[in-house]
């Protein structure tokens, strides 16, 4: 049976939150792994003694240290070993677990991978990618996100070739669509990095690794134009929060225009209420929690890693992406592509 | 009196809507300015001729020649002497106008505004920004947004004086609030040119140049965070056409979400017809035209460019925003503030 580890310690909401999310991982999935919960026994302990986990596949690892958010993430490996972080991708090195989700500290989580896990053979950096809203069939996942600054072509051929791969087997999309995201469609445009990778691109498509479509702009991302959107995580990581903060400034446009519309009696009441419920629900793509969270590309091991707000949903499906990577051995068919140099 | 010239040839709704747009200016306005219309004379003068135009101070200059969106940039000036984009920037040139204005190709009058104007003496490179939406008083300006690829950090620097200058005695901002846009708040976060740039614009700040703020990531721009957004054009470019395009991606999720409702019964149809009403109204934030277009800054002299799409409200906006320019002295406060270094 799989096991799986779980930051008890990590987000905004946790322990109680990754508490829940875990029971109501094994619950739904009928027990179908096994589940280390890490974190402080004096915190976690008296939150799990309020549930009813008789016959769950459910065991608990104390860990006396925790990583918080404020931690620099090149030296909390270090400084805290006794941390549910350490402790957890330790049980992953050991072979006692397949698995680590947190939803913590995402710089100090990716630096532990790194440092405990190593990364696959031919990886150069390994990589963090995101989703982006879509409305058709399928993904947009965009990487780098803010892993890695000043990347070169190389790297982003990487990225792509990971992505697609996760893609391809993670997320059974058949034939991923790679865009090369740039100011223009045409190939000499761009950075002197993006003009070197294009060419790169090329060749990986033409070596059957890739399905590149050539390079994409900003307009086209929520257009779906591309399945895997590739960038340097300045990019990357610039876009993905300015995506995320679009549901809440147009909360507040809507709740203006509202307000409006009510007091010139253009909506009555009824309407309003309905109007706010259509509003709300238009945002399901911006949802980002259906996935829970994602896997650090390229580390030689399994190390989910999840939002800090994440809910107890979020961390339910990224025990599910956890299952998932190990399932469809995603690090392996990484693994034998990037040795085909 | 002031005069502008106008490339009656530039966008995609050329001639007609900049004709609209140039006598909508004047009449408005009160013939505060003079117009030099420039054109091919048999698609402008059938026009122009269906219009009274009596007792406005509008003049028409025939070009032969035009430059389209399929020209080259770096050869357009070149290759097409003749054209309404090279004969209004000679005109400015030969101090017969004192601004131009275009809707036409950018990269085209990017270079020959570079190429017949030249630079403020000082300016490394000339930029363009944009506008983005913004719910407080004041501006949301980015500045690179596709000009400039590869940019060192003392081009950043430049971007931000110069944009501030606008911000200050262009568009009467009393403080412009300057950030650099980057993947966290810290001072050693980012790329290597953003760590650099980081301690340069806290000099230019010491000096009294700008007010800089510090770092600001993407969830930062919506909210207002900074006046002036800094970053590469690669990246101000992607945001840019990535966040033009939300009207749309959310028009398409609006249409779905009310045809549920009204199928569901949850909206009838005058209350249908009010949300649609709101929903359009609130984009108004994303509504650029009012600025009607951007003034090349670091060029010597005024070229303003608009989108391809302009409509004739857009035009008219860009006339003004030229005139603007002239009068507050833009680009002597420009070569001031650069030329002390």
Chains 1, 2 share one sequence.
Not at 172 to 189: D, Y
Request: with cysteine; proline share 4%; aromatic share 6%.
């Amino acid at each position: 049976m799989l096991t799986i580890a779980v930051d008890a310690m990590g987000g905004d909401h946790a322990p109680a939150c990754v508490i829940d999310g875990a029971l109501e991982a094994l619950r739904e999935s009928g027990n179908r792994f096994e589940i280390i919960l890490i974190g402080q026994s004096e915190k976690v302990e008296p939150l799990l003694g309020k549930h009813d986990t008789a016959g769950l596949n459910l065991k608990f690892m104390h860990a006396p240290e925790t990583v918080t958010m404020d931690d620099v993430p090149a030296t909390a490996v270090k400084t805290k070993q006794n941390s549910s972080l350490v402790k957890g991708l330790q049980l992953c090195k050991a072979k006692e677990a397949e698995a680590f989700v947190s939803a913590g500290n995402t710089g100090a989580q990716m630096a532990a991978s790194l440092f405990i896990l190593g990364r696959i053979p031919g990886v150069l950096r390994p990589t963090i990618y995101a989703y982006l809203p879509r409305l058709q069939e399928g993904l947009t996942n965009m990487v780098d996100v803010g892993a890695n600054m000043d990347c070169k072509p190389e790297h982003l051929v990487q990225f792509a070739e990971m992505l697609s791969i996760y893609q391809r087997y993670g997320a059974g999309i058949e034939n991923p669509q790679v865009g090369l995201l740039n100011i223009g469609e045409e190939e000499g445009k761009g950075s002197d990095t993006l003009k070197q990778t294009h060419p790169l691109l090329k060749a990986a498509h033409a070596a059957g690794k890739i399905n590149f479509i050539g390079n994409i702009e900003g307009h086209d991302i929520l257009k779906g134009k591309a399945t895997v959107v590739v960038c340097d995580g300045l990019v990357g990581n610039t876009i993905l929060k300015f995506g995320e903060s679009i549901p809440e400034f147009l909360g507040v446009l809507f709740k203006q225009a509202l307000e409006k519309n009510v007091a010139s009696g253009s909506l009555d009441q009824n309407a309003a209420a309905a109007a706010t419920a259509m509003f709300k629900g238009m945002f399901e793509p911006f949802d980002v929690e259906k996935f829970g969270g994602v896997p650090f590309l390229g580390v030689d091991g399994i190390s989910i890693v999840g939002h800090g707000r994440s809910s107890s949903r979020a961390i339910k499906n990224m025990i599910y992406m956890a299952e998932h990577m190990v399932e469809r051995k995603v690090n392996e068919h990484i693994a034998e592509v990037l040795a085909d140099k």
